[in-house]
Protein backbone atom coordinates (compact mmCIF):
# COMPACT_ATOMS: atom_id res chain seq x y z
CA UNK A 1 0.00 0.00 0.00
CA UNK A 2 1.15 3.30 -1.14
CA UNK A 3 -0.20 6.81 -0.15
CA UNK A 4 0.21 8.98 -2.48
CA UNK A 5 2.11 12.36 -2.25
CA UNK A 6 -1.77 13.96 -2.26
CA UNK A 7 -3.02 11.54 0.55
CA UNK A 8 0.46 12.40 2.19
CA UNK A 9 -0.04 16.24 2.35
CA UNK A 10 -4.28 16.25 2.82
CA UNK A 11 -3.35 13.74 6.17
CA UNK A 12 -0.43 16.29 7.06
CA UNK A 13 -2.99 19.18 7.06
CA UNK A 14 -5.65 17.62 8.21
CA UNK A 15 -3.98 17.22 11.47
CA UNK A 16 -2.68 20.31 11.83
CA UNK A 17 -5.67 21.58 10.86
CA UNK A 18 -7.25 19.57 13.49
CA UNK A 19 -4.73 20.48 16.40
CA UNK A 20 -4.93 23.77 15.64
CA UNK A 21 -8.73 24.19 15.76
CA UNK A 22 -8.82 22.48 18.98
CA UNK A 23 -5.91 24.31 20.66
CA UNK A 24 -6.84 28.19 19.59
CA UNK A 25 -10.66 27.35 19.82
CA UNK A 26 -11.27 27.43 16.07
CA UNK A 27 -14.28 25.23 15.37
CA UNK A 28 -14.46 25.59 11.66
CA UNK A 29 -10.42 24.53 11.61
CA UNK A 30 -11.38 21.32 13.53
CA UNK A 31 -13.76 20.53 10.97
CA UNK A 32 -11.79 20.79 8.17
CA UNK A 33 -9.10 18.32 9.61
CA UNK A 34 -11.03 16.12 10.90
CA UNK A 35 -13.10 16.03 7.35
CA UNK A 36 -9.51 15.44 5.64
CA UNK A 37 -8.60 12.93 7.92
CA UNK A 38 -11.66 10.73 7.11
CA UNK A 39 -10.80 10.79 3.97
CA UNK A 40 -7.73 9.59 4.45
CA UNK A 41 -9.22 7.07 6.43
CA UNK A 42 -11.88 6.25 3.95
CA UNK A 43 -9.41 5.88 1.20
CA UNK A 44 -7.16 3.55 3.33
CA UNK A 45 -10.47 1.13 3.88
CA UNK A 46 -10.94 1.32 -0.04
CA UNK A 47 -7.62 0.32 -1.14
CA UNK A 48 -7.45 -2.10 1.43
CA UNK A 49 -10.29 -3.97 -0.26
CA UNK A 50 -9.14 -7.02 -2.66
CA UNK A 51 -10.64 -6.92 -5.93
CA UNK A 52 -11.69 -11.32 -6.38
CA UNK A 53 -10.43 -11.57 -9.75
CA UNK A 54 -9.95 -14.85 -11.70
CA UNK A 55 -6.89 -14.04 -14.03
CA UNK A 56 -5.93 -17.06 -16.75
CA UNK A 57 -3.28 -16.49 -19.09
CA UNK A 58 -2.20 -18.52 -22.66
CA UNK A 59 0.35 -17.84 -25.15
CA UNK A 60 -0.11 -18.76 -28.87
CA UNK A 61 2.97 -20.03 -29.71
CA UNK A 62 4.75 -20.82 -27.14
CA UNK A 63 8.09 -21.27 -29.02
CA UNK A 64 8.92 -19.24 -31.91
CA UNK A 65 11.70 -18.13 -34.16
CA UNK A 66 13.07 -14.35 -33.96
CA UNK A 67 10.65 -11.94 -35.88
CA UNK A 68 7.88 -14.41 -35.60
CA UNK A 69 4.62 -13.20 -34.18
CA UNK A 70 3.65 -14.32 -30.26
CA UNK A 71 0.26 -13.32 -28.47
CA UNK A 72 -0.39 -13.25 -25.11
CA UNK A 73 -4.48 -13.55 -24.10
CA UNK A 74 -5.96 -12.59 -20.67
CA UNK A 75 -8.82 -13.34 -19.45
CA UNK A 76 -9.93 -11.76 -16.51
CA UNK A 77 -13.24 -12.67 -14.62
CA UNK A 78 -14.78 -10.65 -11.85
CA UNK A 79 -15.56 -13.29 -9.55
CA UNK A 80 -17.32 -10.80 -6.66
CA UNK A 81 -21.04 -10.63 -5.97
CA UNK A 82 -21.57 -6.79 -5.75
CA UNK A 83 -20.68 -4.03 -7.61
CA UNK A 84 -18.28 -3.67 -10.91
CA UNK A 85 -14.75 -3.67 -11.38
CA UNK A 86 -12.76 -0.62 -13.06
CA UNK A 87 -9.31 -0.77 -12.30
CA UNK A 88 -5.73 -0.32 -13.76
CA UNK A 89 -3.77 -3.14 -14.54
CA UNK A 90 -0.78 -3.88 -16.15
CA UNK A 91 1.35 -7.12 -17.61
CA UNK A 92 4.66 -7.74 -16.76
CA UNK A 93 6.67 -8.57 -19.75
CA UNK A 94 10.40 -9.65 -19.12
CA UNK A 95 12.93 -10.75 -20.74
CA UNK A 96 15.84 -12.56 -18.88
CA UNK A 97 19.47 -12.97 -19.43
CA UNK A 98 20.60 -16.28 -18.77
CA UNK A 99 24.28 -17.57 -17.44
CA UNK A 100 23.32 -21.16 -18.51
CA UNK A 101 20.25 -23.29 -18.77
CA UNK A 102 18.10 -22.22 -15.09
CA UNK A 103 20.62 -19.42 -13.98
CA UNK A 104 19.90 -16.29 -14.67
CA UNK A 105 21.88 -13.19 -14.17
CA UNK A 106 20.07 -10.11 -15.11
CA UNK A 107 16.60 -9.26 -16.17
CA UNK A 108 15.01 -6.48 -18.32
CA UNK A 109 11.37 -5.45 -18.72
CA UNK A 110 8.15 -3.48 -19.68
CA UNK A 111 5.01 -3.05 -18.39
CA UNK A 112 2.10 -3.97 -21.22
CA UNK A 113 -1.76 -1.65 -19.78
CA UNK A 114 -4.76 -4.16 -19.54
CA UNK A 115 -7.99 -2.08 -19.38
CA UNK A 116 -10.42 -3.09 -16.69
CA UNK A 117 -13.64 -1.14 -16.95
CA UNK A 118 -16.65 -1.55 -15.36
CA UNK A 119 -16.10 -5.40 -15.32
CA UNK A 120 -19.59 -6.23 -13.54
CA UNK A 121 -19.74 -9.96 -11.43
CA UNK A 122 -19.70 -13.00 -12.98
CA UNK A 123 -18.90 -11.44 -16.32
CA UNK A 124 -15.26 -11.66 -18.03
CA UNK A 125 -13.34 -9.63 -20.71
CA UNK A 126 -10.84 -10.80 -22.91
CA UNK A 127 -7.38 -8.55 -23.66
CA UNK A 128 -4.75 -9.36 -25.73
CA UNK A 129 -1.32 -8.64 -26.96
CA UNK A 130 1.76 -9.14 -29.10
CA UNK A 131 5.03 -10.13 -27.30
CA UNK A 132 8.26 -8.68 -28.57
CA UNK A 133 10.02 -11.17 -30.31
CA UNK A 134 13.09 -8.46 -32.33
CA UNK A 135 15.50 -10.14 -29.99
CA UNK A 136 16.81 -14.29 -29.15
CA UNK A 137 16.03 -15.12 -25.38
CA UNK A 138 13.13 -16.25 -23.03
CA UNK A 139 10.35 -13.61 -22.47
CA UNK A 140 8.68 -13.82 -19.16
CA UNK A 141 4.97 -12.60 -19.28
CA UNK A 142 2.96 -12.22 -16.15
CA UNK A 143 1.39 -12.23 -13.31
CA UNK A 144 -0.82 -9.55 -14.09
CA UNK A 145 -0.42 -6.39 -11.36
CA UNK A 146 -3.87 -4.77 -10.47
CA UNK A 147 -3.68 -1.58 -8.97
CA UNK A 148 -6.72 0.00 -6.85
CA UNK A 149 -6.79 3.52 -6.11
CA UNK A 150 -9.28 5.45 -4.40
CA UNK A 151 -11.23 8.41 -6.35
CA UNK A 152 -9.73 10.93 -4.58
CA UNK A 153 -6.26 9.74 -5.03
CA UNK A 154 -4.88 9.23 -2.07
CA UNK A 155 -3.64 5.47 -1.40
CA UNK A 156 -2.41 3.44 -4.23
CA UNK A 157 -2.39 -0.61 -3.39
CA UNK A 158 -1.22 -2.98 -6.44
CA UNK A 159 -1.57 -6.71 -6.11
CA UNK A 160 -0.66 -9.70 -8.35
CA UNK A 161 -2.93 -11.71 -10.34
CA UNK A 162 -2.66 -15.49 -11.85
CA UNK A 163 -0.27 -17.30 -13.27
CA UNK A 164 3.00 -16.51 -15.20
CA UNK A 165 3.95 -18.04 -18.96
CA UNK A 166 7.48 -17.81 -20.70
CA UNK A 167 7.92 -17.85 -24.62
CA UNK A 168 11.03 -18.68 -26.01
CA UNK A 169 11.92 -17.28 -29.04
CA UNK A 170 14.88 -18.97 -30.97
CA UNK A 171 17.61 -17.67 -33.19
CA UNK A 172 16.55 -17.43 -37.02
CA UNK A 173 17.83 -20.27 -38.79
CA UNK A 174 19.41 -20.11 -42.25
CA UNK A 175 18.64 -23.29 -44.88
CA UNK A 176 21.24 -25.68 -45.63
CA UNK A 177 20.99 -27.96 -47.80
CA UNK A 178 24.17 -30.30 -47.20
CA UNK A 179 24.66 -32.38 -44.32
CA UNK A 180 28.00 -33.70 -43.16
CA UNK A 181 28.82 -37.60 -43.52
CA UNK A 182 30.10 -39.74 -40.23
CA UNK A 183 31.48 -42.36 -40.58
CA UNK A 184 28.61 -44.94 -41.50
CA UNK A 185 25.74 -44.18 -43.64
CA UNK A 186 22.01 -44.25 -43.63
CA UNK A 187 19.16 -46.78 -43.76
CA UNK A 188 18.29 -45.19 -47.44
CA UNK A 189 21.71 -44.61 -48.27
CA UNK A 190 22.19 -41.52 -48.80
CA UNK A 191 25.79 -41.25 -47.15
CA UNK A 192 27.92 -43.95 -47.60
CA UNK A 193 31.17 -44.23 -46.26
CA UNK A 194 31.18 -48.27 -45.10
CA UNK A 195 31.29 -51.36 -47.12
CA UNK A 196 28.20 -52.80 -47.69
CA UNK A 197 26.79 -56.14 -46.13
CA UNK A 198 25.31 -55.51 -42.34
CA UNK A 199 23.09 -57.49 -41.34
CA UNK A 200 20.06 -55.65 -40.99
CA UNK A 201 16.97 -56.82 -43.41
CA UNK A 202 15.39 -54.02 -45.72
CA UNK A 203 13.29 -55.56 -48.12
CA UNK A 204 13.13 -58.48 -50.56
CA UNK A 205 13.80 -58.13 -54.32
CA UNK A 206 14.28 -59.67 -57.49
CA UNK A 207 17.56 -61.44 -58.18
CA UNK A 208 19.99 -60.01 -60.12
CA UNK A 209 23.17 -61.66 -61.61
CA UNK A 210 26.17 -61.12 -59.51
CA UNK A 211 23.66 -61.29 -55.44
CA UNK A 212 25.22 -64.25 -53.39
CA UNK A 213 22.76 -67.40 -52.89
CA UNK A 214 22.62 -66.99 -49.42
CA UNK A 215 20.34 -64.17 -49.35
CA UNK A 216 17.66 -65.96 -51.74
CA UNK A 217 14.66 -65.83 -49.49
CA UNK A 218 13.68 -69.15 -50.96
CA UNK A 219 10.10 -69.60 -49.24
CA UNK A 220 9.01 -66.55 -50.45
CA UNK A 221 11.00 -67.23 -54.39
CA UNK A 222 8.58 -70.58 -54.15
CA UNK A 223 5.26 -68.76 -53.93
CA UNK A 224 6.49 -65.97 -56.20
CA UNK A 225 7.66 -68.02 -58.54
CA UNK A 226 11.08 -66.43 -59.08
CA UNK A 227 14.00 -65.50 -57.10
CA UNK A 228 13.74 -63.14 -54.25
CA UNK A 229 16.66 -62.10 -52.15
CA UNK A 230 17.18 -60.21 -48.77
CA UNK A 231 18.38 -56.79 -49.37
CA UNK A 232 20.26 -55.72 -45.96
CA UNK A 233 21.57 -52.11 -45.06
CA UNK A 234 23.69 -50.52 -42.31
CA UNK A 235 20.97 -48.63 -39.95
CA UNK A 236 23.96 -46.74 -38.13
CA UNK A 237 23.73 -42.36 -39.11
CA UNK A 238 26.60 -39.86 -38.84
CA UNK A 239 25.67 -38.13 -35.39
CA UNK A 240 26.74 -34.68 -35.37
CA UNK A 241 27.83 -32.71 -31.92
CA UNK A 242 27.93 -28.84 -32.23
CA UNK A 243 29.85 -26.96 -29.10
CA UNK A 244 29.11 -23.52 -28.87
CA UNK A 245 31.51 -20.94 -27.28
CA UNK A 246 30.01 -19.42 -24.87
CA UNK A 247 32.54 -17.63 -23.07
CA UNK A 248 32.12 -14.26 -23.06
CA UNK A 249 35.85 -13.78 -23.85
CA UNK A 250 35.46 -15.43 -27.14
CA UNK A 251 32.89 -12.40 -28.76
CA UNK A 252 35.44 -9.63 -29.10
CA UNK A 253 31.98 -7.31 -29.96
CA UNK A 254 30.15 -7.71 -26.97
CA UNK A 255 28.94 -4.97 -24.84
CA UNK A 256 26.02 -4.32 -22.72
CA UNK A 257 23.62 -4.40 -25.32
CA UNK A 258 25.58 -8.00 -26.46
CA UNK A 259 27.04 -9.64 -29.18
CA UNK A 260 26.05 -9.37 -32.37
CA UNK A 261 28.93 -12.18 -33.56
CA UNK A 262 27.32 -14.61 -30.96
CA UNK A 263 24.19 -13.95 -32.28
CA UNK A 264 25.55 -15.18 -35.43
CA UNK A 265 26.78 -18.18 -33.23
CA UNK A 266 23.66 -19.27 -32.56
CA UNK A 267 21.51 -18.45 -35.73
CA UNK A 268 24.55 -21.12 -37.48
CA UNK A 269 23.60 -23.29 -34.71
CA UNK A 270 20.04 -23.55 -35.05
CA UNK A 271 20.39 -24.15 -38.86
CA UNK A 272 22.63 -27.16 -38.34
CA UNK A 273 19.64 -28.33 -36.08
CA UNK A 274 16.99 -27.74 -38.48
CA UNK A 275 19.45 -29.35 -41.28
CA UNK A 276 19.83 -32.49 -39.29
CA UNK A 277 16.21 -32.37 -37.62
CA UNK A 278 15.34 -32.20 -41.40
CA UNK A 279 17.10 -35.10 -42.52
CA UNK A 280 16.46 -37.36 -39.72
CA UNK A 281 20.06 -37.63 -38.26
CA UNK A 282 20.58 -37.51 -34.31
CA UNK A 283 22.09 -34.02 -33.18
CA UNK A 284 23.50 -33.16 -29.87
CA UNK A 285 24.33 -29.50 -28.46
CA UNK A 286 26.42 -28.73 -26.16
CA UNK A 287 27.49 -25.01 -24.41
CA UNK A 288 31.68 -24.87 -23.35
CA UNK A 289 29.98 -23.34 -20.50
CA UNK A 290 28.52 -26.97 -19.65
CA UNK A 291 24.46 -27.68 -20.77
CA UNK A 292 23.70 -29.79 -23.30
CA UNK A 293 20.63 -31.20 -24.98
CA UNK A 294 19.91 -34.09 -27.33
CA UNK A 295 21.08 -37.13 -27.80
CA UNK A 296 18.98 -39.03 -30.48
CA UNK A 297 16.25 -39.43 -33.07
CA UNK A 298 13.75 -38.86 -30.44
CA UNK A 299 10.41 -36.89 -30.66
CA UNK A 300 10.47 -33.10 -29.75
CA UNK A 301 14.36 -33.53 -29.33
CA UNK A 302 14.77 -30.05 -31.81
CA UNK A 303 12.59 -28.25 -29.49
CA UNK A 304 15.21 -28.88 -26.28
CA UNK A 305 18.62 -28.14 -28.85
CA UNK A 306 16.55 -25.06 -30.26
CA UNK A 307 15.35 -24.29 -26.43
CA UNK A 308 18.86 -24.16 -25.23
CA UNK A 309 19.89 -21.80 -27.79
CA UNK A 310 17.53 -19.47 -26.92
CA UNK A 311 18.63 -19.67 -23.21
CA UNK A 312 22.75 -19.22 -24.21
CA UNK A 313 24.19 -15.95 -22.89
CA UNK A 314 27.88 -15.59 -22.97
CA UNK A 315 29.18 -16.46 -19.37
CA UNK A 316 32.16 -15.96 -17.61
CA UNK A 317 35.40 -17.91 -17.87
CA UNK A 318 38.53 -18.78 -19.74
CA UNK A 319 40.15 -21.20 -21.24
CA UNK A 320 39.50 -23.91 -17.92
CA UNK A 321 35.68 -23.88 -19.22
CA UNK A 322 37.36 -25.01 -22.76
CA UNK A 323 39.41 -27.48 -21.22
CA UNK A 324 36.50 -29.07 -19.45
CA UNK A 325 34.69 -29.11 -22.46
CA UNK A 326 36.97 -30.88 -24.54
CA UNK A 327 37.91 -33.35 -21.66
CA UNK A 328 34.20 -34.75 -21.61
CA UNK A 329 33.55 -34.60 -25.22
CA UNK A 330 36.97 -36.61 -25.41
CA UNK A 331 35.70 -39.27 -22.80
CA UNK A 332 31.98 -39.71 -24.12
CA UNK A 333 32.26 -39.06 -27.80
CA UNK A 334 28.29 -38.09 -28.54
CA UNK A 335 29.06 -38.29 -32.18
CA UNK A 336 31.69 -38.72 -34.90
CA UNK A 337 31.35 -35.12 -36.60
CA UNK A 338 32.34 -32.66 -34.14
CA UNK A 339 31.35 -28.75 -35.47
CA UNK A 340 32.93 -26.02 -33.02
CA UNK A 341 31.46 -22.15 -33.37
CA UNK A 342 33.58 -19.83 -31.92
CA UNK A 343 34.07 -15.75 -32.29
CA UNK A 344 37.25 -14.21 -33.66
CA UNK A 345 38.49 -13.84 -30.13
CA UNK A 346 38.45 -17.71 -29.34
CA UNK A 347 40.55 -18.40 -32.66
CA UNK A 348 43.60 -18.52 -29.80
CA UNK A 349 42.54 -21.39 -28.33
CA UNK A 350 41.67 -23.79 -31.72
CA UNK A 351 44.36 -26.00 -30.10
CA UNK A 352 42.25 -27.33 -27.77
CA UNK A 353 39.51 -28.51 -30.78
CA UNK A 354 42.30 -29.61 -32.75
CA UNK A 355 42.97 -31.89 -30.17
CA UNK A 356 39.80 -33.29 -30.91
CA UNK A 357 40.49 -34.63 -34.36
CA UNK A 358 41.30 -38.65 -32.88
CA UNK A 359 38.14 -39.04 -31.13
CA UNK A 360 35.95 -37.47 -33.71
CA UNK A 361 36.79 -38.19 -37.32
CA UNK A 362 35.87 -35.32 -38.71
CA UNK A 363 35.93 -32.01 -36.90
CA UNK A 364 35.32 -28.33 -38.41
CA UNK A 365 35.61 -24.86 -36.89
CA UNK A 366 32.80 -22.23 -37.49
CA UNK A 367 34.48 -18.69 -36.43
CA UNK A 368 31.74 -16.30 -36.76
CA UNK A 369 32.41 -12.45 -37.16
CA UNK A 370 34.09 -9.74 -38.80
CA UNK A 371 36.99 -10.75 -40.41
CA UNK A 372 40.60 -9.62 -38.75
CA UNK A 373 43.68 -8.56 -40.94
CA UNK A 374 45.67 -12.34 -39.51
CA UNK A 375 43.67 -14.89 -38.68
CA UNK A 376 45.48 -18.25 -37.75
CA UNK A 377 44.59 -20.98 -39.25
CA UNK A 378 43.76 -24.66 -37.25
CA UNK A 379 45.66 -27.35 -38.53
CA UNK A 380 43.83 -30.81 -39.17
CA UNK A 381 40.32 -29.76 -38.80
CA UNK A 382 37.96 -27.92 -41.70
CA UNK A 383 37.58 -23.79 -40.75
CA UNK A 384 34.51 -22.13 -41.87
CA UNK A 385 34.70 -18.40 -41.79
CA UNK A 386 31.50 -16.34 -41.90
CA UNK A 387 30.73 -13.25 -40.92
CA UNK A 388 27.28 -13.55 -40.02
CA UNK A 389 24.59 -16.56 -39.77
CA UNK A 390 23.74 -16.68 -43.37
CA UNK A 391 26.89 -16.09 -44.72
CA UNK A 392 27.97 -19.07 -42.41
CA UNK A 393 24.91 -21.25 -44.11
CA UNK A 394 26.67 -19.86 -47.88
CA UNK A 395 30.11 -21.39 -46.23
CA UNK A 396 28.69 -24.32 -45.11
CA UNK A 397 27.23 -25.56 -48.44
CA UNK A 398 29.69 -24.68 -50.11
CA UNK A 399 32.21 -27.44 -48.70
CA UNK A 400 32.96 -30.03 -50.92
CA UNK A 401 34.04 -33.05 -48.78
CA UNK A 402 33.54 -33.21 -44.74
Not at 89 to 103: L, V
Not at 236 to 257: G, T
Not at 382 to 387: K, P, T, V, W, Y
Request: proline share 6%; net charge neutral.
Amino acid sequence: MIVTLRGAGLTIGGVALLATGFTFGYPELAVLGATAVIAQLHALIHAALRPQLSVTRSVEPDRVARGEGSTVTLTVRNTGRFGAATLVAHDQCSRGSHSGRGGRAGQTGATVPVPLLRLRPGTDTDVSYPVPTDRRGVVDVGPLQVTRRDPLGLVSVSRSHGDTARIWVYPKSHLIRAVPAGISRSLDGRLDRVPHGAITFDTLREYVIGDELRHVHWRTSAKVGELMVREHLDTSLPQLVVLLDDRAASWADRDAAGSASFESACEAAASIVAAATREDLPVTLHLVSGPAAGGGRIRGAARHLLDLLAEAEPAPGGDELLVDATSRLRQHRPGDTLIYLTGTAGLADLALVSGLKGPFPSVAVGVLGPRLAAEPQPAGVLLLRAEDGEDFAAVWDGVARW
